[in-house]
Every structure is written in C-alpha cells, then in structure tokens.
C-alpha cells in the first residue's frame, strides 16, 4: 500500500495527466482497467464513459485539437482494436492522445494463461504490436521502479512529437507503490533547443532565399502546428508581411481577418485570384502540410522543389539543400526578427439571395456572416468539409476535420470531446459548431447519447441529403448502395434520454427558414443543444467537392506511366 512518502502507480499516472491540463479521460470500462477507473476519479478528473472505444478515440481526437492534449483508457485486445482507427487518425493528423491501456495481470501474463480479449494463444503482447505502428512510443509498466521515468518519458514525447502514445498497465501495477518525491519536478515539455550553428545556417539560407524572390508567399497548414507553434507561425506573418495562405488543414491558424491572410489555398477549388499568386510564386514558404490529395485539393503536389521551403520538425528543406535535427519554432523565432511591408487580403463576397430551396452554393458563404469569434467549427469528412472552404471565419476559430485520414463518422466524437475541452477550459462559453452529413452522423451516432449524459451544448447541423455524395460523385450516382435509410433524427434527442427543454430541434428547406434561424438571438447563444436538419436535394453538392471528385475519377481511369514519369518524361 502507497504511504504518505508513495503513491500508487495510478496515482501517479493520473496526477501526470492532470499537470499538462487534461481535466476529462475519455474511454470505456472494462474488467482490465476498472480498478484504475477509480484512480480516475481520485484525482480529480473526469470520467466521460463513451459509447464505445471507436467513438472514445475520436472523442479523445476532438478533445486534443482545443486542448492540446488529451488521454484515453480501453482494455487490451477488444478494446486497442477498436479504438485503432482513431489513433490512426490522430497518428496522421498529429494530434496528442496518451493511450491507456489495461491489461491482465503480470502473474497471468508469465503464466501464457488463456484469458479473454485475447487471441487464445497466450500472447498478451500480439495487440501491442499491431498497434505500435501508429503509436509514436509505446511502454508497458512491469517494474515499479522505471514506472514513473515511463510514464514521464510517454507524456512528454506524446506533447512533444504532437502523435499519439501508449501506456500499458497491467492490473496488479495500478496500486503497486513508487517515490512520490519525483511528482515535485514538473514534466519538461518544451523543445529541445536547436545547435545554434545548424539553426543559424538554415535560417541564414531560408532569409537568402527570401531577399531574392519577387513573389514569395507563406502556406500554412495545420499538422504538428495548431498546439506547439501556432504563435509562432502568426508572428513569423506579422513581422514578414507575406501573402499568406491557408491549406484546408490551416484554418484557423492564422486570423481570417488578419491582413497578412489572402485566401485558402485548395489546388484547382481555389478561387482564380489565389490559383494566379499561389502558382506565380517563385518561392512557398510552406509549414505545417502533408501532401495529401484532400488538404491541397490536388491528387498530386504540383510545386517545383526549387521554388519550396520546407519547414518541418526534424527536417528543413531549402530549395534542393536539406536541414536535420531542427525544431521548427526555434528556427521560426529566429526569423521573426526580420521585416517586410505587408500587403492588405482580399475579401470573397457573402450572397445576398435568401429565396429558394436551401442549396450548397448558398448555405456555406452564408454561414460566414453567422460564426461567432471564438467559435469552435468541426467538419465531417465529405459535403462538410468541403463546402466550408466557402465559408469565411472570424477571428480565433479552431477548426477540426481530417483531411488525411478522413474517417466518416469522425466528427460527432470528436464534437463531444471538444464540447468538454471547451467546458475545461479557461473560457466555458466559446460555442461548438457541428456541420455532419447523415451517412456520417449514423455511423456514430451513440456520442449523441454521451452529449446529452454531460449537459454539453453544441449547434449540430445535419446535412440530410439521403446518402453518399462523395461516393456519388465518384461513382454510382442513382446506385442504391450509396443510399442511406432516411431517420427522424429530430427524435433521437428524446431516444437517448435528452430532458425536454435541455434541448430545441429543427427542421430546415428553404433558404428564408435558414437565414431565420441564424438571425434568432436564442438560437445563437450556445447555452442550449441545439439539433438542426437540413433537408437538402441528394443530387446537390458543393462546388469544391464536385471539382476533385472529378480529378480523383479521371486519376483513377487514367492513371500515370510510371515507367516514364507522371508527366510523359524520363524519370
């Protein structure tokens, strides 16, 4: 038993978990973590309790992306698998989740018993494995000893490399006793410094790349940014005053009223003003971006190297000259200190028509002028988060959505764990916006049940348009396999349990009902959930979607001659 000069190892856990400011840990029970559940509490924190372990990770993601970091529990085997395609997500898309994950005991483990939630073979460390892959470190408590330098080792780099980690506690380590003294030294999460000659040398040649460009530009992107270096990043653009653009992970990087920002920068979808100064560029400062076919809006990234800076953790590409072993926000503070005269955005128009049935062209630009300062914005994967390229925020929004990984049904778990970050938070009374389409919606529906459990209040508007349209559009527009059972949604609400006046329904045609609804001071003040449908035509889509579906169906019936290069030459 812990004394008053020890703690239990889960004491210990969780009390490390409470410093970097999670106050919420998402999960589900199960007979391998249940002791720890109560080691949860002890400390302070939050239980969330999921519907199940796929909806807790993206519960976990959403929770991360407002806060920073975030924790999740599940059992091993049952509950690591399926929870695996969550933290695959976070893995691509950056985002911090310290995975706790229960197992039996060590005394059963050496003894190779045949337990359940396994494979029946006695190898406890078969789930591990598979899930290493998309774990950026992975450590198993088996020695009293070394537990607390594992656990800090594990939230540190979980902080540090902005990717998601595991934690293995095997049940009879949750109350075996470590030195508590270690708990007064706080975790060490700020970079490693940079060798001042590497980072002097690299900055030296990004600043020489600069004063000979003519028409040099910043692309910001969201990945390993939006929680370590998103300061950073801003100042860089103030004290540079270059053009700069956001890919469609970048929202909410830099203020889309900040006059250094001119636009979204979406390959082919992108306005003709942006395509023009983005292509003309002779040299892309690019941060924070994956080259994926949906944050760029391109199946492939169509920049000559030569005219690119690269800044990424670890390594810096300049033009054709490589940098490594450089954290980014060091080497960006050191450019920081340069100027340039800044150049003043130009602004996309909002339309003025509000007659007629509601439609994608009109929705989106539409909602630019309802968002709210501070608002939280998530988009699901497909209609979502593509005709919201078309919508302008306001100052200090987080946007979430994934455009790498792209897991539809996402979304509504991660609504839930940004609504309790934002509850956590410093500023409960920021509202959580959600924009979901009912193909979407039902593959997760349950998280509706886990909204309405801890009184959170987002605005979820459901796009109610009979299916798949990204699969539509793709292939099979009229094929009744991209059809979705058309539910009464607006009844769910009172299926899972939701006290009548906790809550307001809507149902929405028409552009005149819409444009109602945002102009009603009762339904914008986010103190209510709010459960909007938009009934809207099945053969309608937004115009950004339309244009890559059709670049990924000619890519696909016209792939490239690899034998010669995708563009016909010699490789």
Not at 76 to 96: C, R
Not at 469 to 488: A, C, F, M, P
Not at 518 to 537: H, K, S, T, W
Not at 550 to 569: C, K, S
Request: charged residues 20%; aromatic residues 8%.
């Amino acid at each position: 038993m812990p004394s008053r000069s020890t703690v239990s190892v889960a004491q210990y856990l969780f009390a490390r978990i409470k410093e970097v400011g999670i106050r919420s840990v998402h999960g589900v029970p199960g007979d391998y973590n249940l002791v720890a559940l109560d080691d949860v509490l002890k400390a302070g924190l939050r239980w969330i309790g999921n519907c199940n372990e796929l909806n807790a990770g993206y519960a976990a993601d959403g929770y991360a992306r407002v806060h920073g970091i975030s924790a999740l529990m599940t059992v091993a085997g049952v509950g690591e698998l399926s929870v695996s395609n969550a933290i695959a997500g976070a893995y691509a898309e950056f985002v911090p989740i310290v995975h706790i994950v229960g197992q039996p005991s060590l005394a059963l483990q050496k003894q190779k018993k045949l337990l359940h939630h396994s494979l029946g073979d006695g190898d406890f460390e078969s789930m591990a494995r598979i899930s290493q892959r998309t774990a950026s470190k992975s450590v198993k408590l088996q020695c009293v000893n070394q537990a607390p330098g594992l656990i800090d080792a594990a939230i540190t780099h979980c902080w540090k490399s902005s990717r998601p980690v595991s934690i293995v506690l095997p049940t009879d380590m949750v109350h075996a006793p470590v030195m508590a003294e270690k708990l007064s030294q706080p975790l060490d999460m700020l970079a490693t410094p940079n060798d001042f000659a590497t980072e002097r040398q690299t900055a030296d040649a990004i600043l020489s790349a600069l004063r000979t460009a003519r028409q040099p530009i910043l692309l910001v992107g969201g990945y390993n940014v939006r929680f370590t270096k998103k300061r950073e990043v801003q100042e860089l653009a103030e004290a540079f005053g270059l053009p700069v653009f956001l890919s469609a992970s970048g929202r909410g990087i830099i203020d889309e009223e900040h006059p250094c920002f001119h636009g979204l920068y979406l390959g082919d979808c992108s306005d003709p003003y942006t395509t023009q100064t983005v292509r003309s560029s002779d040299l892309i400062i690019s941060i924070g971006n994956i080259h994926s076919d949906l944050n760029v809006a391109s199946v492939s990234w169509e920049f000559d190297p030569m005219k690119m800076v690269e800044i990424r953790d670890g390594l810096v590409q300049v033009q054709s000259k490589a940098y490594y072993g450089l954290n980014s926000p060091g080497l960006l503070q050191t450019l920081i200190n340069q100027t340039k005269e800044s150049t003043q955005p130009k602004r996309r128009s909002t339309p003025v028509t509000k007659t007629g049935v509601l439609n994608h062209d009109w929705l989106w630009p539409t909602l630019s002028d309802w968002l709210q300062p501070g608002d939280t914005v998530i988009a699901e994967t497909g209609t979502a988060n593509f005709g919201i390229w078309s919508t302008r925020f306001p100052r200090d929004v987080t946007y979430i959505s994934q455009y790498v990984w792209a897991s539809v049904g996402y979304s509504l778990g991660a609504c839930q764990g940004a609504a309790a970050a934002i509850e956590d938070s410093a500023r409960p009374g920021r509202r959580t916006v959600l924009f979901i389409g009912d193909g979407s919606f039902q593959f997760t529906c349950q998280e509706l049940s886990t909204i309405v459990k801890h009184n959170l209040t987002p605005i979820i508007f459901v796009i109610c348009n009979n299916g798949y349209t990204v699969e539509r559009l793709i292939h099979g527009w009229h094929e009744s396999y991209n059809d979705v059972q058309d539910w009464k949604y607006r009844k769910l609400l009172e299926v899972f349990g939701a006290e009548r006046g906790s809550y307001q329904t809507y149902q929405i045609r028409t552009k005149e009902e819409l444009a109602a609804l945002l102009q009603n001071p009762a339904f914008n003040n986010g103190r209510m959930l709010r459960f909007v449908e938009l009934r809207m035509d099945q053969n309608d889509a937004p115009s950004e979607l339309k244009t890559l579906t059709r670049q990924i169906v000619t890519r696909a019936r016209h792939p490239p001659d690899f034998r010669q290069g995708e563009r016909g030459g010699p490789k």
